[in-house]
Each structure stands twice: as C-alpha cells, then as structure tokens.
C-alpha cells in the first residue's frame, strides 16, 4: 500500500499588538525609566501614534520606543538599557528577530 503525505507548513501569526506589550513591558521595568511618553490603547495602536511604534519588514521588527526618565538618571545608558531589554525580551517572548529598537528620551519625571 502507498501511501503519500502532504507536508503541512503552518505559519504561526502574531499581533502587533502582542510585540508593542512586550515591549512596553520591557521598558517600564528597566531601572531608571518613569515611564511611557503618552498611553498604550487600542486607538494608538490603530493609528500607530502610541509611544511604541512597530514596523514590520518580513519577519523582522523594527520598533521604536519613546520614554521618560526620571531625574537624576544618565539618559544614554537608561535608553541602552531599555534597548537590550526590549530587543531580548520581544526575541526570547515571540521569536521575532528585533533589527532595531529605537529609544527616544521625551522627557524627565522630577519626583
């Protein structure tokens, strides 16, 4: 008896919105970082306005982040920090290579 298989190729999906909370979640837990510059919400994801911006090229991610520091902090080594973070959590979470993740300082939290 000959029997013949189709290989099934699956293809796993995942939301944007997935990668922006993750990402979100990355940031907000590096020491030094206050938080977001503006809300993560369903509108600003759908319009792409949010302080996490997604941007896929194939299966790469290019993601830019945009945070605020609180006082007393070195900026550049916050926003290095929240690089490395996001860059390893979104690969080690989803599997999506990160290509770039762009951290822009928006402000300073004086507590």
């Known amino acids: 008896m000959d ?3 189709e290989a099934v190729k ?3 999906k995942i939301s944007d919105d997935v990668i922006i ?3 979100k979640l990355a940031a907000l837990d590096v020491k030094g970082v206050a938080g977001l510059c503006g809300d993560v919400n369903k509108v600003s994801k759908i319009r792409k306005s949010g302080p996490i911006k997604i941007k896929m090229m194939g299966d790469v991610a290019a993601i830019d982040v945009a945070i605020r520091i609180k ?3 070195k900026a550049s080594a ?3 920090e929240v690089q490395l973070a996001v860059k390893e959590n979104i690969q080690n ?3 999506i290579t990160a290509a ?3 951290v822009s300082v928006c402000g300073v939290v004086f507590d």
Request: net charge positive; no cysteine; hydrophobic share 40%.
């Open 78 to 80: 916050v926003a290095n």
């Open 71 to 73: 006082s007393g902090e």
């Open 100 to 102: 770039r993740v762009n």
């Open 21 to 23: 909370t993750v990402a």
């Open 10 to 12: 699956s293809r796993l």
């Open 3 to 5: 029997v013949s298989r």
């Open 93 to 95: 979470m989803t599997g």
